[in-house]
Protein backbone atom coordinates (compact mmCIF):
# COMPACT_ATOMS: atom_id res chain seq x y z
CA UNK A 1 0.00 0.00 0.00
CA UNK A 2 1.04 3.79 -0.91
CA UNK A 3 0.47 6.42 0.79
CA UNK A 4 -0.02 10.06 -0.18
CA UNK A 5 1.47 12.44 1.12
CA UNK A 6 -2.07 14.06 1.94
CA UNK A 7 -3.70 10.78 3.60
CA UNK A 8 -5.97 10.99 6.45
CA UNK A 9 -7.65 8.75 8.84
CA UNK A 10 -10.79 6.97 8.28
CA UNK A 11 -13.54 9.04 9.41
CA UNK A 12 -15.58 6.53 11.36
CA UNK A 13 -13.26 6.90 14.54
CA UNK A 14 -12.85 3.40 15.16
CA UNK A 15 -10.59 1.40 12.51
CA UNK A 16 -7.40 4.44 13.23
CA UNK A 17 -7.00 3.46 9.09
CA UNK A 18 -5.85 5.72 6.31
CA UNK A 19 -8.40 6.24 3.39
CA UNK A 20 -7.73 6.85 -0.07
CA UNK A 21 -6.97 10.86 -1.42
CA UNK A 22 -10.46 12.22 -2.16
CA UNK A 23 -12.76 10.01 0.43
CA UNK A 24 -13.10 10.32 4.21
CA UNK A 25 -14.34 6.46 4.66
CA UNK A 26 -12.79 3.09 4.06
CA UNK A 27 -15.76 1.01 2.51
CA UNK A 28 -18.05 0.09 4.79
CA UNK A 29 -17.27 2.41 7.67
CA UNK A 30 -19.49 5.00 6.88
CA UNK A 31 -22.01 4.77 9.50
CA UNK A 32 -20.49 7.65 11.95
CA UNK A 33 -22.44 8.36 14.79
CA UNK A 34 -24.71 4.39 14.51
CA UNK A 35 -23.76 1.81 16.37
CA UNK A 36 -22.04 -0.83 14.25
CA UNK A 37 -22.61 -4.28 14.24
CA UNK A 38 -20.25 -6.52 16.60
CA UNK A 39 -19.11 -8.32 13.26
CA UNK A 40 -18.09 -5.09 11.57
CA UNK A 41 -16.07 -4.04 14.44
CA UNK A 42 -14.48 -6.78 15.18
CA UNK A 43 -13.52 -7.34 11.48
CA UNK A 44 -12.22 -3.51 12.27
CA UNK A 45 -9.79 -4.25 14.83
CA UNK A 46 -8.61 -7.60 12.92
CA UNK A 47 -8.25 -5.76 10.15
CA UNK A 48 -5.95 -2.73 12.05
CA UNK A 49 -3.97 -5.32 14.10
CA UNK A 50 -2.76 -7.11 10.69
CA UNK A 51 1.43 -5.93 10.34
CA UNK A 52 1.26 -4.52 6.59
CA UNK A 53 -1.62 -2.27 7.69
CA UNK A 54 0.54 -1.69 11.00
CA UNK A 55 3.44 -1.08 8.96
CA UNK A 56 1.62 1.12 6.96
CA UNK A 57 -0.31 3.49 9.38
CA UNK A 58 3.26 3.73 10.63
CA UNK A 59 5.00 5.19 7.77
CA UNK A 60 1.93 7.27 6.71
CA UNK A 61 2.16 8.86 10.76
CA UNK A 62 5.92 9.67 9.83
CA UNK A 63 4.89 11.84 7.03
CA UNK A 64 2.27 13.38 8.73
CA UNK A 65 4.94 14.43 11.77
CA UNK A 66 7.17 15.21 9.44
CA UNK A 67 4.99 18.14 8.10
CA UNK A 68 6.33 21.72 8.59
CA UNK A 69 2.63 22.63 10.17
CA UNK A 70 2.47 19.23 11.94
CA UNK A 71 5.92 19.87 13.39
CA UNK A 72 5.78 23.63 14.72
CA UNK A 73 2.21 22.65 16.36
CA UNK A 74 4.09 20.20 18.02
CA UNK A 75 6.52 22.18 19.29
CA UNK A 76 3.97 24.78 20.76
CA UNK A 77 2.02 22.18 22.67
CA UNK A 78 5.28 20.98 23.79
CA UNK A 79 6.41 23.87 25.42
CA UNK A 80 3.19 24.97 26.96
CA UNK A 81 3.34 21.08 28.79
CA UNK A 82 6.85 21.59 29.51
CA UNK A 83 5.84 25.26 31.12
CA UNK A 84 3.69 23.55 33.27
CA UNK A 85 5.05 23.44 37.31
CA UNK A 86 2.93 20.08 37.91
CA UNK A 87 4.12 18.21 34.72
CA UNK A 88 7.85 19.43 35.58
CA UNK A 89 6.99 17.62 38.82
CA UNK A 90 5.39 14.87 38.08
CA UNK A 91 8.20 14.30 35.18
CA UNK A 92 10.93 14.40 38.29
CA UNK A 93 8.99 12.68 40.48
CA UNK A 94 8.67 9.70 37.73
CA UNK A 95 12.42 10.08 36.46
CA UNK A 96 13.35 9.71 40.16
CA UNK A 97 11.42 6.12 40.77
CA UNK A 98 12.83 5.12 37.26
CA UNK A 99 16.24 5.66 38.07
CA UNK A 100 15.88 4.35 41.72
CA UNK A 101 14.76 1.10 40.37
CA UNK A 102 17.62 -1.52 40.86
CA UNK A 103 17.28 -2.94 37.02
CA UNK A 104 17.76 0.81 36.19
CA UNK A 105 20.78 1.25 38.05
CA UNK A 106 22.27 -2.20 37.16
CA UNK A 107 22.19 -1.45 33.87
CA UNK A 108 23.20 1.91 33.90
CA UNK A 109 26.44 0.94 35.62
CA UNK A 110 26.88 -1.64 32.73
CA UNK A 111 26.45 0.56 29.74
CA UNK A 112 28.78 3.11 31.84
CA UNK A 113 31.26 0.18 31.65
CA UNK A 114 30.89 -0.53 28.58
CA UNK A 115 31.49 3.16 27.44
CA UNK A 116 34.25 3.37 29.28
CA UNK A 117 36.03 -0.02 28.10
CA UNK A 118 34.71 1.06 24.50
CA UNK A 119 36.52 4.27 24.70
CA UNK A 120 39.47 3.45 26.45
CA UNK A 121 40.37 1.21 23.07
CA UNK A 122 39.28 3.29 20.84
CA UNK A 123 41.69 5.94 22.45
CA UNK A 124 45.07 3.51 22.58
CA UNK A 125 44.27 2.84 19.00
CA UNK A 126 44.51 6.34 18.49
CA UNK A 127 46.86 6.96 20.80
CA UNK A 128 49.62 4.57 19.32
CA UNK A 129 49.21 5.86 15.55
CA UNK A 130 52.86 7.31 15.00
CA UNK A 131 51.05 10.63 13.46
CA UNK A 132 49.45 11.01 16.82
CA UNK A 133 52.08 10.39 18.40
CA UNK A 134 54.67 13.02 16.65
CA UNK A 135 52.05 15.54 17.41
CA UNK A 136 51.65 14.78 20.96
CA UNK A 137 55.01 15.27 21.36
CA UNK A 138 55.62 18.19 19.36
CA UNK A 139 52.53 19.95 21.35
CA UNK A 140 53.70 18.95 24.64
CA UNK A 141 57.63 20.53 23.55
CA UNK A 142 55.61 23.80 23.00
CA UNK A 143 53.57 23.99 26.11
CA UNK A 144 56.44 22.92 28.40
CA UNK A 145 59.06 25.79 26.30
CA UNK A 146 56.75 28.56 27.93
CA UNK A 147 57.47 29.73 31.31
CA UNK A 148 53.99 30.73 32.24
CA UNK A 149 52.65 26.39 31.67
CA UNK A 150 55.97 26.04 34.12
CA UNK A 151 54.70 28.53 36.48
CA UNK A 152 51.52 27.18 36.53
CA UNK A 153 52.47 23.44 36.53
CA UNK A 154 54.46 24.28 40.02
CA UNK A 155 51.76 25.81 41.70
CA UNK A 156 49.07 23.39 41.17
CA UNK A 157 51.95 20.70 42.04
CA UNK A 158 52.69 22.71 45.16
CA UNK A 159 48.72 22.89 46.04
CA UNK A 160 48.22 18.95 45.33
CA UNK A 161 51.75 18.07 47.50
CA UNK A 162 50.33 20.02 50.24
CA UNK A 163 46.85 18.45 51.06
CA UNK A 164 46.75 15.88 53.75
CA UNK A 165 45.79 13.07 52.27
CA UNK A 166 48.62 13.53 49.26
CA UNK A 167 51.04 13.93 52.15
CA UNK A 168 49.93 10.76 53.93
CA UNK A 169 49.68 8.60 51.11
CA UNK A 170 53.51 9.96 49.71
CA UNK A 171 54.72 9.35 53.05
CA UNK A 172 53.53 5.74 53.40
CA UNK A 173 55.05 5.03 49.69
CA UNK A 174 57.69 6.40 50.48
CA UNK A 175 58.52 4.43 53.22
CA UNK A 176 57.46 1.06 51.65
CA UNK A 177 59.97 2.24 48.92
CA UNK A 178 62.91 3.28 51.04
CA UNK A 179 62.36 0.02 52.94
CA UNK A 180 63.51 -1.95 50.13
CA UNK A 181 67.57 -3.42 50.69
CA UNK A 182 68.24 -2.36 46.97
CA UNK A 183 66.87 1.33 47.79
CA UNK A 184 68.81 1.47 50.64
CA UNK A 185 72.23 0.35 48.90
CA UNK A 186 71.76 2.12 45.79
CA UNK A 187 70.56 4.98 47.82
CA UNK A 188 73.86 4.78 50.43
CA UNK A 189 76.07 4.83 47.32
CA UNK A 190 74.97 7.72 45.38
CA UNK A 191 74.87 9.66 48.68
CA UNK A 192 78.55 9.03 49.69
CA UNK A 193 79.54 10.08 46.03
CA UNK A 194 77.77 13.32 46.46
CA UNK A 195 79.15 14.18 49.88
CA UNK A 196 82.46 13.09 48.42
CA UNK A 197 82.57 16.42 46.49
CA UNK A 198 83.68 19.46 47.63
CA UNK A 199 81.47 21.54 45.96
CA UNK A 200 78.68 20.36 47.76
CA UNK A 201 80.08 20.36 51.00
CA UNK A 202 80.94 24.15 50.57
CA UNK A 203 77.30 24.67 48.91
CA UNK A 204 75.41 22.39 51.66
CA UNK A 205 77.61 24.87 54.67
CA UNK A 206 76.98 27.90 53.04
CA UNK A 207 73.21 27.07 52.92
CA UNK A 208 73.00 25.90 56.50
CA UNK A 209 74.64 29.17 57.47
CA UNK A 210 72.23 31.49 56.10
CA UNK A 211 69.07 29.31 57.44
CA UNK A 212 70.80 28.83 60.58
CA UNK A 213 71.42 32.61 61.43
CA UNK A 214 67.64 33.95 60.45
CA UNK A 215 65.94 35.24 63.37
CA UNK A 216 62.96 32.94 63.09
CA UNK A 217 64.73 29.93 63.00
CA UNK A 218 66.83 30.63 65.67
CA UNK A 219 63.80 30.92 67.69
CA UNK A 220 62.34 28.25 66.80
CA UNK A 221 65.08 26.43 68.11
CA UNK A 222 65.31 27.79 70.94
CA UNK A 223 62.29 27.40 71.89
CA UNK A 224 61.86 23.79 70.88
CA UNK A 225 65.24 23.34 72.60
CA UNK A 226 63.52 24.57 76.02
CA UNK A 227 60.67 21.88 75.76
CA UNK A 228 62.87 19.71 74.80
CA UNK A 229 65.26 20.04 77.73
CA UNK A 230 62.61 20.85 80.39
CA UNK A 231 60.53 16.73 80.23
CA UNK A 232 61.03 15.06 82.64
CA UNK A 233 62.33 12.03 80.80
CA UNK A 234 64.28 13.63 79.30
CA UNK A 235 66.71 15.49 82.26
CA UNK A 236 66.85 11.88 83.70
CA UNK A 237 68.28 10.24 80.23
CA UNK A 238 70.82 13.19 80.52
CA UNK A 239 71.72 13.01 83.81
CA UNK A 240 72.29 9.22 83.29
CA UNK A 241 74.17 9.68 79.71
CA UNK A 242 76.36 12.16 81.60
CA UNK A 243 77.17 10.40 84.63
CA UNK A 244 78.32 7.33 82.41
CA UNK A 245 80.78 9.46 80.23
CA UNK A 246 82.63 11.72 82.92
CA UNK A 247 83.16 8.23 84.30
CA UNK A 248 85.46 7.10 81.22
CA UNK A 249 88.84 8.60 81.95
CA UNK A 250 89.35 9.41 78.57
CA UNK A 251 85.95 11.09 78.05
CA UNK A 252 86.90 13.28 80.86
CA UNK A 253 90.35 13.74 80.13
CA UNK A 254 89.15 15.30 76.24
CA UNK A 255 86.39 17.20 77.82
CA UNK A 256 88.81 18.91 79.88
CA UNK A 257 91.27 19.89 77.92
CA UNK A 258 88.89 21.13 75.62
CA UNK A 259 87.14 23.38 78.47
CA UNK A 260 90.60 25.01 78.99
CA UNK A 261 91.22 25.58 75.45
CA UNK A 262 88.12 27.41 74.86
CA UNK A 263 88.41 29.33 78.54
CA UNK A 264 91.99 30.28 76.87
CA UNK A 265 93.70 29.66 80.57
CA UNK A 266 97.03 31.75 81.07
CA UNK A 267 99.17 31.51 84.33
CA UNK A 268 98.35 33.77 86.79
CA UNK A 269 100.53 35.80 88.96
CA UNK A 270 101.99 33.62 91.08
CA UNK A 271 102.05 30.60 88.14
CA UNK A 272 104.14 33.14 86.63
CA UNK A 273 106.73 33.55 89.04
CA UNK A 274 107.23 30.04 89.28
CA UNK A 275 107.83 29.69 86.06
CA UNK A 276 110.25 32.10 85.96
CA UNK A 277 111.99 30.02 88.73
CA UNK A 278 111.72 26.82 86.53
CA UNK A 279 113.72 28.14 83.48
CA UNK A 280 116.22 30.34 85.41
CA UNK A 281 117.25 26.70 87.18
CA UNK A 282 116.03 24.46 84.44
CA UNK A 283 115.49 25.69 80.98
CA UNK A 284 113.56 23.61 78.62
CA UNK A 285 112.68 21.01 81.61
CA UNK A 286 109.42 22.06 82.76
CA UNK A 287 106.31 22.94 80.67
CA UNK A 288 103.20 25.42 82.16
CA UNK A 289 100.35 22.62 81.61
CA UNK A 290 97.78 24.57 84.27
CA UNK A 291 95.30 25.53 81.09
CA UNK A 292 94.27 21.72 81.17
CA UNK A 293 96.17 20.87 78.35
CA UNK A 294 97.81 17.95 80.26
CA UNK A 295 95.52 15.56 82.54
CA UNK A 296 96.78 12.44 85.35
CA UNK A 297 94.10 10.39 87.20
CA UNK A 298 91.69 13.76 86.20
CA UNK A 299 93.68 16.06 87.78
CA UNK A 300 95.63 18.96 85.92
CA UNK A 301 99.41 19.97 87.72
CA UNK A 302 100.40 23.12 86.76
CA UNK A 303 103.84 21.99 85.34
CA UNK A 304 105.08 18.90 84.20
CA UNK A 305 108.77 17.85 83.19
CA UNK A 306 109.20 17.22 79.38
CA UNK A 307 112.38 15.58 79.45
CA UNK A 308 111.56 12.09 80.45
CA UNK A 309 110.92 12.41 83.70
CA UNK A 310 107.72 11.53 85.63
CA UNK A 311 107.73 14.59 87.64
CA UNK A 312 105.08 17.43 87.88
CA UNK A 313 105.00 20.88 90.15
CA UNK A 314 101.88 21.80 91.95
CA UNK A 315 101.41 25.54 92.71
CA UNK A 316 98.17 25.55 95.42
CA UNK A 317 96.83 28.79 96.06
CA UNK A 318 96.40 30.30 99.93
CA UNK A 319 92.31 31.27 99.04
CA UNK A 320 91.38 28.48 96.20
CA UNK A 321 92.93 25.74 97.67
CA UNK A 322 92.53 26.31 101.77
CA UNK A 323 91.66 23.18 103.73
CA UNK A 324 93.43 20.56 101.00
CA UNK A 325 95.67 18.10 102.31
CA UNK A 326 98.82 18.12 99.44
CA UNK A 327 99.67 14.43 100.50
CA UNK A 328 96.22 13.64 99.02
CA UNK A 329 97.07 14.99 95.65
CA UNK A 330 100.73 13.28 95.68
CA UNK A 331 98.52 9.93 95.92
CA UNK A 332 96.68 10.51 93.02
CA UNK A 333 99.81 10.87 91.27
CA UNK A 334 101.73 8.34 92.65
CA UNK A 335 99.02 5.93 91.49
CA UNK A 336 100.04 7.11 88.09
CA UNK A 337 104.09 6.32 88.52
CA UNK A 338 104.55 10.66 88.78
CA UNK A 339 106.23 12.23 91.71
CA UNK A 340 104.76 15.57 92.70
CA UNK A 341 105.69 18.45 94.13
CA UNK A 342 104.00 21.02 96.10
CA UNK A 343 104.18 24.51 96.39
CA UNK A 344 101.84 27.05 98.28
CA UNK A 345 101.83 30.61 97.03
CA UNK A 346 103.03 31.98 100.91
CA UNK A 347 106.02 30.18 100.31
CA UNK A 348 106.85 32.32 96.87
CA UNK A 349 107.95 35.23 99.67
CA UNK A 350 110.99 33.41 100.32
CA UNK A 351 112.22 32.80 96.42
CA UNK A 352 116.12 31.45 97.61
CA UNK A 353 113.92 28.36 99.74
CA UNK A 354 111.62 27.72 97.03
CA UNK A 355 114.55 27.28 94.74
CA UNK A 356 116.17 24.90 96.84
CA UNK A 357 113.14 22.73 97.55
CA UNK A 358 113.03 22.61 93.81
CA UNK A 359 116.33 21.31 93.12
CA UNK A 360 115.90 19.06 95.66
CA UNK A 361 113.22 17.54 94.25
CA UNK A 362 113.93 18.08 90.58
CA UNK A 363 117.62 15.59 91.66
CA UNK A 364 116.47 13.92 94.26
CA UNK A 365 112.45 12.84 93.58
Given at each position: ?53 RLANSKA ?198 VGKGLGL ?100
Amino acid sequence: MILHRRAKLCECGICGLYVKPGRRFIRGHAMKGKNHKKETVQKMKEDRNKPEVRLANSKAQKIAQNRPEVREKTLRSLKTTNAKTEIKEKRSRSAKIAQNRPETKLKHTQNKLKTKVQRSQSAKIAMNRPEVKAKKAESIKIYWSKSESKIKASEIQKVAQNRPEVKAKSSLSAKIVCAKPEVKEKKSKSLKITNAKLEVREKRSRSQKIVQNKPEVREKRSKSLKIAMNKPETKIKKSVTQKKNWGDPEYKKNQLIAVGKGLGLRPNKPETILDKLLIELYPGEYKYTGDYSFLIGGKNPDFVNINGQKKCIELFGDYWHKGQNPEDRKKIFAEYGWDCLVIWEHELEDVEQVKLRIQSFHIGG
